[in-house]
């Protein structure tokens, strides 16, 4: 960022010296270049890969498919759409849910009740666990045999179906990923909201306003910035979930998601280019957040 | 690549085994001994997996290798599952010498691609005694020849607990057919326990099931042809075997999402569940539970459901030892897996502790316990060799599509007529090879 803005004044004036005019081109071409190399290489053969028939070892034996993946998964592949349905469940969960949960406590903390900071350290303890450490610890808890499950009694032969349960364990997965989501959205919102200009508060206060009108009038748009970020994170975490599922289930399978499909077709055993198509896919519904996550940094910086 | 440059002296040499076999019927030490003359320098060998036992057994093998040719063997052990999914890539790069391995589709594709190298050679060497089935077994169709040395193999099968079945009033020794076999679950359910243990969490557990039933209603040539796309799902034979599965379905745990192998292993443990279709690798469990516990587990062969077949098949994964194409030293890499299938190496392996059953005829079965003995009844009785779906089929097939369709199977069993057509219309847009 710092960069991109110095390398406007390095054009308009020329007085840089060599000395400074190599530290800023490795600057910017470093970067540049093993983003390049490490990410629009591979994505763009991963493109050209998706139509293409191929089992990952010898060059000679790319085969020209067409639209033949694309095919498949669209028409022949009933685990596409659930993998589909279930990462739009989990946008769905963490836009309703977990967002405003997470700017809820938010707003409550940074009004300075009572034990705040006891409140904001066990929410954001969860957020310091990564999400294959969270399934670790979820999973001993709630598996068959498990934890949870001996306390109520249960061993394995009637353990509580709850992985393996289509009508709960969605829910229960959200919860889990929810845990670690609400505390990193508090975080984020808190460190935004410290930026608030309490005046702005007092006035509003001041004027008779309630508190919800407070909170949707005045900090929700002067907000708007770290909105728009916690929005598009929101997004991009729903759509790259996997560490979570797999994890739990080590196979793609039960909970299918879009990522654990990539996978599942590009490496291990079975490889085939179906991975490369349905990475394709999944970048294509990223894109959009993506974009719209850097012009929004971007227009700040500009400011 | 490396394969190329070396098969006219390896042609040679296969000829001149194949006239010496005929006299030498016997004599296959002769030219063990002049073959292990020419191979020198050290030779890197991968454990797959197995923990402790696994490096001990692998050690007390290759330390009686240098102690024989005086070459080192410098060892390792990764993880199964890792190896395995990253096989194509370690092989591609300066992978050891010598690792075990699994005969059947992931030897031959790999093979096909030019990763492993023939050791054809080195089992004429062995001679007679390696088992006609199980060479058969290590061949790879596509070229008629070998790139494993298959050395172990171990049955799929019914196991249960001998005490359990006499508490039913049944007879623990005779659960033949598939009537036995309702009867036994029946009455189990009855009690309250678990019939028929299933855990399908990871997707590949349930192909065990399906494996069997469908060589026992169809037979093994129709089970094998169906895999390899020669026969479709949508058949109204495959829908056959799927009315049995489906019957199987009531007598399952209904967590069976939730429960992998292991989860199996410990219900029938536990007394809680009549009967586990399984590979026998758990029975090493039940011992590290309890002598008592190891000598009330029994194993006999899925019964018979279809006469025109009895019981003449069975899964059996076939393992042994292949050599890495690109690795440093392939001839040494091959004169390592040579002796892996030898007579002394098995005698070292048992040795180091391994309990596996070895193909190789030279293999002393007299001091085997009571479950052992019947593993071998049980292989024994089998005419075909299945080595289990995701060793029979394809890579990119088993896994991502048939693992899933199974999956969904027992989670609908009514839906059967359309999970069938979907994994045909899958299998039909796999790419041809």
Redo the contacts between chains.
């Keep these: 960022m710092k960069t991109a803005a110095t390398e406007v004044k390095n054009r308009s004036r020329r007085s840089l010296s060599k000395a400074d005019r190599f530290t800023l081109s490795a600057f910017v071409g470093i970067p540049t270049f093993l983003q390049i190399i490490l990410l629009w290489v591979p994505a763009v053969v991963t493109i050209i890969l998706s139509f293409t ?1 191929w ?4 060059l000679s ?1 790319i ?1 020209w ?1 067409g639209l ?1 993946n694309y ?2 998964i669209f ?5 596409f759409y659930e993998a589909l349905k279930n990462n739009a469940l989990w946008l769905l969960w963490f836009i309703v849910i977990a967002t405003p949960l997470g700017i809820l406590l938010a707003y409550q903390i940074d009004r300075q009740i009572k034990g705040h900071k006891i409140y904001e350290s066990i929410y954001y303890l969860p957020v310091v666990l990564s999400l294959a450490v969270i399934g670790i610890i979820w999973n001993f808890m709630l ?3 498990g934890f949870v499950q001996g306390l109520m009694g249960r ?3 009637n ?8 009508s709960i364990n969605t829910y229960v997965i959200l919860g889990v990923a929810s845990w670690r989501h609400i505390g990193y959205i508090m975080l984020l919102y808190l460190s935004g909201l410290k930026s608030v200009d309490p005046a702005l508060r007092e006035a509003a206060a001041m004027d008779g306003a309630t508190e919800w009108q407070i909170f949707r009038k005045i900090i929700l748009p002067t907000m708007q910035p770290v909105n728009i970020i916690i929005i598009v994170i929101t997004l991009i975490e729903s759509l790259r979930a996997f560490d979570l599922v797999y994890i739990i ?3 793609p ?2 909970f ?1 998601l879009l990522n654990l499909l990539v996978f ?2 590009f ?6 280019m ?1 991975g490369a198509a349905y990475a394709v896919i999944l970048l294509l519904l990223c894109i959009v957040p993506i974009i719209t996550y850097l012009r929004v940094v971007f227009k700040e910086d500009l400011k | 690549m490396s394969e190329d440059k070396n098969v006219f002296s390896r042609r040679t040499v296969l000829k001149g085994a194949a006239i010496g076999g005929l006299g030498l019927a016997a004599g296959g030490s002769l030219l063990t001994s002049c073959g292990s003359d020419k191979v020198t320098g050290d030779v890197k060998w991968t454990t797959r997996g197995g923990g402790d036992t696994g490096d001990a057994i692998a050690k007390s093998v290759n330390d009686a290798y240098t102690a024989k040719t005086g070459n080192k063997v410098i060892a390792q052990q990764v993880n199964s599952d890792d190896f395995q999914n990253n096989f194509v890539q370690i092989m591609q790069g300066t992978p050891d010498d010598a690792f075990g391995w699994m005969a059947g589709w992931r030897t031959n594709a790999r093979a096909d691609l030019g990763l492993l190298a023939d050791v054809s050679d080195q089992i004429s060497d062995l001679g007679g005694a390696l088992s006609d089935a199980a060479v058969k077994g290590a061949t790879n169709p596509a070229d008629g020849k070998q790139y494993i040395i298959p050395t172990t193999y171990y049955p799929w099968g019914l196991h249960y607990r001998k005490s359990m079945v006499k508490d039913l009033g049944l007879d623990p020794e005779a659960i033949n057919t598939w009537d036995d076999f309702v009867k036994l679950m029946t009455l189990t359910k009855k009690k309250g326990l678990v019939a028929y243990s299933m855990g399908a969490k990871g997707g590949w557990e349930a192909m065990g099931t399906f494996d069997i039933l469908n060589a026992r209603v169809n037979g093994y040539q129709f089970h094998i042809d169906l895999l390899n796309g020669k026969e479709k799902w949508t058949d109204a034979k495959t829908q056959e075997t799927f009315k049995y599965f489906a019957e199987l379905v009531p007598f399952m745990n209904t967590n069976f999402m939730d429960i992998s192998w292991d989860g199996c292993r410990d219900l029938l443990l536990q007394k809680k569940a009549g009967a586990m279709m399984m590979g026998s690798w758990f029975a090493n469990d039940f011992k590290a539970s309890s002598q008592a516990d190891y000598d009330d587990l029994w194993i006999v062969p899925f019964p018979e459901i279809n006469p025109a077949y009895g019981i003449d098949t069975i899964d059996a994964p076939l393992d042994g030892i292949s050599v890495a194409a690109n690795g440093n030293n392939v001839e040494g890499g091959k004169d390592l897996a040579k002796f892996w299938g030898s007579k002394e190496g098995i005698e070292a392996a048992i040795a180091g502790g391994d309990t596996s059953i070895y193909v190789s005829k030279d293999f002393d079965t007299s001091g085997y316990d009571a479950f052992n003995k019947q593993k071998l009844n049980v292989l024994g009785a089998a005419k075909n060799i299945m080595f289990f779906a995701d060793r029979d089929s394809r890579g990119d097939f088993a896994g991502p599509i048939l693992g899933p369709a199974l999956q969904n199977f027992l989670k609908n069993p009514k839906d059967v007529n359309k999970i069938l057509e979907n994994t045909q219309a899958q299998w039909d847009a796999l790419p041809a090879l």
Aim: proline share 7%; hydrophobic share 25%; charged share 20%.
């Design positions: 028939y089992n990952g070892v010898r034996d085969k498919a033949s095919r498949n028409f022949d592949n009933p685990i598996q068959p045999g061993d394995i032969g353990a509580i179906s709850i992985w393996g349960n289509d289930y080590g196979s399978t039960i299918p599942q077709n490496a291990g055993q079975g490889i085939s179906k």
